[in-house]
């Protein structure tokens, strides 16, 4: 029940998240358009950009919503579900769980670079790429083990998920 719980509340907040990116995505077309933004960014940049405009927003979310008295997220709040600090860090938690996000975003900027430039990508780029889909996936499948009840990150941070009292 709590797995199932976890992965609906996750899907309320990825959808919140998808929402917010699709507003940023439309803002930046508008004011630029994006094969001439794609053009101009260098990856560094565009990492900046994309870190500070979806990311670090997204990670802000996430950790006040957690460390405040709510404990949840408005996915969470929805499933009546919150995160247990158990002594341990909400912020590590949340910087655990976006870390495989953030360097997916780096290779995207770094193969949308090495692709614009005629240059075939280099294998670096590509680990840079799978790595965070192999954390994500050990995430994921350590949520089914714990039967929703913690995930790798959880355990890193010492913290877990529970049903509102």
């Known amino acids: 029940m709590l ?90 938690r949340t910087i655990l769980k976006f870390l495989p996000w953030e360097v997916a975003h780096l290779g995207v900027h770094w193969i949308y670079f090495y692709e614009f430039q005629n240059h075939s990508v280099p294998l670096w780029v590509w680990i840079v790429l799978i790595l965070p889909q192999a954390v994500s996936l050990l995430y994921f499948f350590s949520i089914v083990y714990s039967k929703g009840k913690s995930s790798l990150y959880d355990q890193m941070a010492h913290t877990s998920i529970a049903y509102h009292p």
């Open 3 to 92: 797995l199932r719980k976890r992965i609906l509340a996750a899907l309320i907040d990825y959808i919140i998240i998808l929402v917010y990116g699709l507003i940023l995505f439309s803002i930046s077309i508008t004011l630029v358009p994006f094969d001439e933004l794609s053009k101009k960014t260098d990856p560094v940049h565009g990492q900046l950009i994309g870190f500070f405009s979806l990311t670090l927003p997204v990670i802000l979310y996430f950790y006040i919503m957690e460390s405040s008295k709510l404990k949840a997220s408005l996915g969470k709040l929805a499933l009546k579900i919150h995160v247990g600090s158990n002594g341990g860090s909400v912020l590590k």
